[in-house]
């Protein structure tokens, strides 16, 4: 089955802590992303990935770093969380995003996390 | 600047009503996409679809519509004959031309949908 999984879905740490989100697809797509949702505010980008090697921010980069070292994987490393990142998580994909192709982003179930 | 604008924040209706999600885009490209998601109470996003911006045709999925005008930036979601499954958060977003560019969401409205 394609799909966008998350590891975990839940997570409750403290600050400080550093913790990582795994997201992986099984889809071969080069472009991935990650997404935090909080309300009243929706879903803004952290940071993007064109393909292997290839990462970028987002809107609201700061306290988190990426990787892309495979196609399947890109995860979502936060080293020092602090409670303002408690929030919804979502990892998406897609086939590409080559300029005039916006592809349809598939996004992962969520990962909900909590900052004490 | 690039933004969604979904004004209806919460929307209550009966089985069977038919409703109509409102969403307004800005955006200064003339080539850019239009999206719909669905977040039921289980948290997933689910993709209904995906609109170019040379494409008005009006589009029809079963009980699902889609109504794109681009003289007033809208694309609105109509559902026909709601269910009480059809209860969730519904997010209308945008993505312009522009190698990895970002969706921009709307902020979702709610629909509620009681038997």
């Known amino acids: 089955e394609a799909q966008v999984t998350q590891n975990p879905r839940y997570l409750i740490t403290v600050t400080g802590k550093k913790l990582t989100v795994t997201c992986s697809q099984n889809?071969?797509?080069?472009?991935m992303s990650w997404y935090r949702q909080d309300p009243g505010l929706g879903l803004r980008q952290i940071y993007y990935?064109?393909?292997?090697?290839?990462?970028d921010k987002g809107d609201v980069p700061e306290g988190y770093k990426v990787s892309r070292k495979e196609k399947r994987n890109f995860p979502l490393i936060l080293e020092s969380p602090s409670p303002n990142q408690t929030s919804l998580y979502f990892c998406?994909?897609?086939?590409?995003?080559?300029?005039?192709?916006?592809?349809?982003?598939?996004f992962g179930p969520g990962t909900r996390l909590l900052v004490l | 600047a690039q933004k969604v604008t979904q004004a209806q924040t919460e929307i209550s209706v009966v089985e069977k009503e038919d409703v109509t999600l409102d969403c307004v885009y800005e955006?200064?490209?003339?080539?850019?996409?239009l999206f719909w998601y669905k977040q039921p109470p289980s948290g997933e996003l689910v993709f209904l679809i995906r609109?170019?911006?040379?494409?008005?045709q009006n589009e029809i999925s079963g009980r699902y519509s889609w109504n794109f005008q681009k003289s007033t930036s809208s694309f609105n979601f109509t559902i026909t004959a709601s269910q009480v499954v059809d209860s969730a958060v519904y997010f209308c977003?945008?993505?312009?031309?522009?190698?990895?560019?970002?969706?921009?969401f709307g902020k979702g409205t709610t629909l509620s949908v009681s038997s």
């Open positions: 998406a994909s897609s086939l590409s995003a080559l300029a005039g192709v916006q592809e349809t982003q598939y």
């Open positions: 889809m071969n797509h080069e472009y």
């Open positions: 990935s064109m393909n292997v090697e290839v990462t």
């Open positions: 955006t200064r490209d003339t080539t850019y996409y």
């Open positions: 609109r170019n911006s040379f494409d008005e």
């Open positions: 977003a945008l993505s312009e031309y522009q190698a990895g560019t970002a969706l921009i």
